[in-house]
């Protein structure tokens, strides 16, 4: 999301609506993100290190924009969690690299979400931080999926931007 459309775009004809809901649970996900990377940045070293810096100033940039958006659609964004529960142990380099995959798969999936549910606008941003999710993935897992963000659909039956499954679980685990 772009500070510039993110303040100048309100709802635009073409949103469903879903939008907020998608809106949302991206927030959510780029919460938990700053905070994974904050366990990333302390475990990895060297190249990967700046890798993970930039990953968490983008992480964060779009975690700001996603605010304004909210705002702007007519919500409060919601805040992040005080702490985040690890989807596994992260003792070293390569446990917090597998971290920062699934970080990113993580939130290509809610950014397809956001792909069907947003506005014209909206759908094209959220397409743009699926492939730099997915792009992000892959460099941290060596290799990708077909299709980033819809791994998880197989075994789920709901979308994983879904306000009841999502916000539960966005809320105390990455």
Do not use: K, N
């Not at 003792?91 to 798969?105: F, I, M, S, T, V």
């Not at 743009?128 to 075994?155: D, I, K, N, Q, Y």
């Amino acid at each position: 999301m772009t500070a510039g459309t993110a303040r100048g775009s309100r709802r635009d004809e073409d949103s469903g609506p879903d939008e907020l809901t998608a809106v949302q649970a991206a927030l959510a996900a780029e919460h938990a993100a700053v905070y994974g990377y904050g366990v990333v940045g302390g475990r990895i070293s060297g190249d990967r290190r700046t890798e993970a810096q930039a990953a968490y100033d983008g992480h964060r940039a779009r975690r700001d924009a996603l605010r304004r958006v909210v705002r702007d659609l007519g919500g409060t964004p919601q805040a992040a969690a005080a702490a985040y529960e690890l989807p596994f142990p992260v003792p070293d380099a390569a446990a917090a690299a597998r971290l920062a995959a699934e970080l990113e798969d993580r939130l290509a999936a809610v950014y397809a979400d956001l792909v069907r549910a947003g506005g014209r606008v909206r759908r094209r941003e959220a397409a743009a931080a699926l492939r730099e999710a997915a792009v992000r993935s892959v460099r941290w897992r060596g290799g990708g999926v077909a299709f980033p963000g819809l791994v998880e659909r197989a075994a789920d039956t709901g979308p994983s931007g879904s306000a009841s499954a999502d916000a539960d679980a966005d809320a105390g685990a990455l």
